[in-house]
């Protein structure tokens, strides 16, 4: 079935290192990706997205890279600080509304 | 101005009893999704209302049910609440049904004992 998932659950770096989220998806209908960050008690707040026409998408510390080749999806943090520290999540959507969540990876940012 | 609303923020229920949620879309957005986020999980995709159809349900029991009301707020109802319904319920608006962006609300904390 459809799925979208992650490789790893949690990720630990050093506050001003860059940090990569990983996600993995298996529905190659799927033409629009998303990244959201959430944080303990909160909803989930949206990063940035990338349709599949693109292959790189540029934010502000933040950039998206896709790969239709291999279903895969990262998520690129630079100069990683202390309020990045959260829940990531990539969810797909093909124009259905819904969206498809995968499992989330915790970054942990040490000071 | 305001993003999603959720309420109640918690809420504690016993098994059997009945439970109806409450959110308020962003001004100007007709679309409202709901999700259901079970701890240590993705949220997964229960309900979505347009111009107050249905246009999508997930893979929930006819337990769960919603409705969504001509100002565009919408209401999760959950009947024969189980233990397993224990999560946090998430709300997302969009402009329009077919939208690819949503944003999502605080969410509503269930706790069934």
């Known amino acids: 079935g459809e799925s979208v998932g992650l490789h790893l659950p949690t990720l630990s770096v050093q506050e001003g290192d860059n940090s990569i989220i990983n996600c993995a998806y298996s529905?190659?209908?799927?033409?629009?990706f998303i990244w959201y960050k959430q944080e303990s008690g909160k909803g989930p707040q949206f990063i940035i997205d990338?349709?599949?026409?693109?292959d790189k998408r540029q934010g502000q510390r933040v950039t998206v890279l896709l790969n239709k080749t291999v279903k895969h999806l990262s998520l690129q943090i630079a100069a990683t600080q202390p309020g990045d520290s959260a829940v990531y999540f990539c969810?797909?959507?093909?124009?259905?509304?819904?969206?498809?969540f995968g499992q989330g990876t915790t970054l942990q940012v040490k000071p | 101005d305001a993003g999603v609303t959720q309420s109640p923020t918690h809420l504690i229920k016993t098994r059997g009893q009945h439970v109806t949620l409450r959110c308020s879309p962003i001004?100007?957005?007709?679309?409202v999704s709901w999700y259901q986020q079970v701890l240590g999980q993705g949220p997964q995709f229960i309900f979505q209302?347009?111009?107050?159809?249905?246009?999508g349900r997930g893979n929930f029991p006819d337990r769960f049910s919603a409705r969504q009301f001509p100002n565009y707020s919408s209401e999760l109802n959950v009947n024969a609440l189980l233990l397993g319904d224990s999560a946090l319920y998430l709300c997302a608006s969009s402009l329009v049904g077919s939208s690819y962006e949503q944003y999502f609300g605080p969410g509503t904390r269930l706790t069934v004992t």
């Open positions: 001004s100007g957005h007709k679309s």
């Open positions: 529905n190659s209908a799927s033409d629009y």
């Open positions: 969810a797909e959507n093909s124009n259905t509304g819904k969206l498809i």
């Open positions: 209302y347009y111009e107050k159809e249905e246009r």
């Open positions: 990338i349709r599949s026409n693109m």
